[in-house]
């Protein structure tokens, strides 16, 4: 069996530091075609997760990434003397209403939270967690949020739909009350 | 020299509503709202004796909670059980909504987050900053704080309603004090900042100066349990503003 795509594929990987999509991958390999190439992608990560290493390859902000598991954290912050900041649940809160209900207006971030949020936006935004998405055509054309591609890769998210439902997370909250 | 100090609400309407679900121990559909109403007008009372700016939203939500108490005074054989079930919807609608996404910002600090728990290739040593969130035991907001100043008050000063405003001491002072006495030690309890001989204005603004120090991110407060003594911590991890 000539495993030459898969481990072509997994160098890439390896070299990207960036989530790398299969349409990515493809771009550089258009001789293959992309349904191999996914499952390609899709053996790899079934090995990784086989072999029980201290990495995997995960599947996050559409594409495909190695990464450690939280079992090394203290190892590696250490390592790499990463210094802590708060991510205060009022940015965290914000943060969430732009995930599930972009794209929106700080007006409405605002309703929803009751409160100004001129600040948080302006950390968020040169954090990159958040992007300006356009302008709506309303008086004053406010700018239009979303959330970005490195969003998704900070919170381990494979895309936007992988965020649970509000729906689901209130029956989550019933189950809890039940028990 | 008067120091006034115009604080920013760093929390809205939905919080305090939230907050007095909390300490009320109620259901959020069951909510009393009439007993809300008074308790929650009391808060913006507090609010304004101490300068803190009451930002429009509050006082939306007060006229909504006014409107709905007076619909529900009205003699039985005139209440329109409509109206009244509409103008409930109006407060309980964004208040259902606020916990969802309460729940959902808490469900997003639980992910692996990248350079907290997971790491990637290729990152330089030192460049990074990792998310921590809130390092709190127990969630404490600025009702919580606000209930224990009024403990404070009570015990010292019973019978004073507070109604005005503290303009003769300097929060400035009062900020860099507060820090000096967390200096050397782990933390101190909110009831210590109390202590001693000061008159109700000092008292204000040793207790404006504590807010101010929450929100530029030199302290952080936390309480066990609901109740329970809150606790002051100096930080020194640089806050994202």
């Known amino acids: ?179 | 020299m008067t120091f006034e100090t115009k604080l920013e609400i760093f929390q809205g309407p939905l919080d305090l509503l939230l907050h007095l679900v909390k300490i009320n121990e109620i259901d959020i559909s069951d909510i009393p709202i009439a007993t809300i109403t008074d308790q929650y007008l009391q808060y913006l009372d507090l609010m304004r004796a101490l300068d803190i700016n009451v930002a429009g939203e509050f006082l939306v939500m007060a006229s909504t909670l006014m409107h709905f108490k007076s619909k529900m005074l009205l003699p039985r054989q005139v209440q329109d059980l409509e109206e009244i079930e509409e103008l409930k919807e109006e407060i309980l609608r964004p208040l259902r909504e606020y916990l969802l996404l309460k729940d959902a910002a808490s469900h997003l600090a639980s992910r692996d987050i990248l350079y907290r728990d997971v790491f990637k290739r290729g990152t330089e040593i030192n460049g990074r900053e990792r998310f921590e969130e809130d390092i709190s035991a127990e969630k404490v907001n600025l009702y919580d704080l606000m209930d224990a100043f009024r403990k404070v008050i009570k015990r010292r000063y019973p019978g004073v309603v507070i109604k005005f405003r503290a303009q003769a001491w300097s929060v400035k002072k009062k900020m860099v004090e507060v820090m000096r006495q967390l200096k050397g030690k782990r933390n101190l309890c909110f009831t210590d900042l109390f202590s001693g001989d000061s008159s109700l204005l000092e008292l204000i603004a040793t207790f404006l100066a504590l807010l101010e120090l929450v929100k530029n991110g030199s302290i952080a407060v936390f309480q066990d349990k609901v109740g329970s003594d809150i606790k002051l911590e100096a930080l020194n991890t640089s806050p994202i503003r």
């Open chain 1, 1 to 179: 069996m000539d495993n030459s795509l898969k481990l072509i594929v997994e160098s890439l990987l390896f070299a990207a530091s960036e989530p790398l999509t299969p349409r990515q991958i493809h771009a550089l390999l258009p001789g293959e075609d992309l349904k191999e190439i996914k499952d390609v992608l899709e053996d790899l990560k079934k090995d990784y997760e086989g072999m029980k290493r201290s990495f995997l390859i995960r599947e996050v902000a559409r594409g495909y990434q190695f990464r450690t598991l939280p079992r090394f954290r203290t190892y590696i912050s250490k390592m790499l003397s990463t210094t802590p900041s708060r991510l205060t649940r009022a940015a965290l809160e914000t943060l969430a209403i732009i995930a599930y209900r972009q794209p929106i207006i700080r007006q409405e971030i605002e309703r929803l939270r009751g409160v100004d949020v001129g600040g948080i936006l302006r950390m968020l935004l040169k954090k990159g967690l958040v992007r300006i998405v356009g302008r709506k055509p309303l008086p004053g054309r406010p700018i239009i949020y979303g959330t970005t591609g490195k969003f998704l890769e900070f919170f381990d998210l494979k895309d936007l739909s992988s965020l649970p439902t509000l729906k689901e997370m209130e029956e989550l909250g019933d189950e809890e009350v039940e028990q």
